[in-house]
């Protein structure tokens, strides 16, 4: 199993990106997929995943900004973030696993400026 994260970049503060993450390889046991961030200096920290009865759930910081969808015809999955804050600033990894991440991708940089 790999996971393919992109997206992210620098953007202003109130400004909005989209995350992806193909994932190649059997798709067997991935029952959650979730995505992480980890900031400098911070531990990582879940910010929203989704199990294959597309239940999801949120880190409190983002709820109401962020939104985990996936495309199963394509094997990703996608994480679309509005009114992006500078706290928002780290890099996000995709993950993958019967419950707790077991497969990850690797990071991508998200960067808002203020």
């Known amino acids: 199993v790999q996971l393919q994260a992109s997206g992210g970049g620098l953007v202003q503060a109130g400004g909005s990106l989209r995350l992806s993450c193909a994932v190649s390889g059997s798709r067997f046991g991935l029952d959650v997929m979730a995505w992480y961030r980890q900031a400098p200096e911070k531990e990582r920290e879940l910010v929203a995943e989704?199990?294959?009865?597309?239940?999801?759930n949120y880190a409190d910081s983002v709820k109401g900004r962020f939104a985990i969808f996936r495309d199963i015809a394509k094997n990703t999955i996608y994480l679309q973030m509005n009114s992006l804050r500078p706290e928002d600033t780290a890099v996000y990894y995709c993950a993958a696993g019967p419950g707790g991440p077991t497969y990850w991708g690797q990071g991508t940089q998200v960067t808002v400026s203020s």
């Open positions: 989704i199990t294959s009865a597309s239940i999801t």
